[in-house]
């Protein structure tokens, strides 16, 4: 049944290119994905309950829905969903002082991060991780953004950075030049 879809789970596995789920209804909750079983209909990929295409967001792209599509490839487009926009703004001012004709100081001022704007990152594009919907109580699985930037350290940013990138700093400096 693999050769009726161009979707190839062990390619996608080891090369880290997801095959693309079907919007099956885009009104029911995000994160609900199902399965075609082929004769024995349609289930909900994380329950096994038996359901219909209409009751889930997302159908997995396999064989059996390939043959019920008429399609090889039923999957849905490129950018059907965004995830968050990355705006960075690092601002540096310098001002150059003479004390005498061959010594100058340098003051200046770094600002990293200046607007405070948290990046969240790319929300997890495997469907296959629907599985997973917490790991150890946080976040996690398909369409999560909890571990794809950062580790989950930060509960205040919604695990999204550790000590370093989501935060705003400022550093002063001094610069003596003869």
């Not at 909750?29 to 329950?47: D, E, S």
């Not at 200046?114 to 919907?133: A, H, V, W």
Request: with cysteine.
């Amino acid at each position: 049944m693999a050769s009726t879809a161009f979707c190839d789970y062990g390619f996608s596995q080891v090369f880290g290119n997801p095959c693309r789920p079907i919007l099956s209804n885009a009104k029911a909750p995000i994160g609900t994905v199902g399965i075609n079983t082929g004769a024995g209909g349609y289930i909900n990929y994380v329950t096994g309950a038996s359901i219909s295409p209409s009751d889930v967001h997302w159908l997995w792209s396999n064989g059996y829905e390939a043959l019920a599509r008429n399609n090889p490839f039923p999957g849905v487009g490129r950018n059907t969903l965004r995830g968050d926009s990355f705006n960075d703004l690092d601002l540096t001012v310098a001002k150059n002082i003479k004390l005498t004709e061959r010594l100058t100081t340098i003051l200046q001022i770094s600002a990293f991060n200046s607007l405070n704007r948290g990046y969240y990152g790319t929300p997890d594009p495997n469907i296959e991780d629907s599985l997973y919907p917490t790991l150890y109580g946080t976040p996690a699985g398909f369409l999560s953004n909890y571990y794809s930037a950062g580790g989950g350290e930060s509960p205040v940013a919604g695990g999204a950075f550790g000590a370093g990138p989501g935060n705003r700093s400022i550093q002063l400096a001094a610069k003596i030049v003869f």
